[in-house]
């Protein structure tokens, strides 16, 4: 699957933006997943209002939610 996809980026506190990213080509052993959903979880709303949790300070633009279901686009060798 080639070409860009439209990405949600946390670019600092309480700031949110969209950029566009080529779309990754999966190695050898890993799959590429067509998003459908993605949960936004306590840690990212920690995130987007403090910038941070204990010891990890977002210091660069940071795609948030980890969890999430999508359809299997393509696969690695």
Known sequence: MKGTMKVAVMNGIGK????TRP????KED???VKLEYVGI?????????HGR????????PMILGHEASGVVVDVGS
């Open 16 to 19: 949110m933006g969209y950029t």
């Open 30 to 32: 890993e799959v590429l």
């Open 23 to 26: 779309i990754p080509t999966p």
């Open 53 to 60: 949790i204990g010891d990890f300070v977002v210091e660069e």
């Open 41 to 49: 979880c306590g840690s990212d709303v920690h995130y987007y209002t």
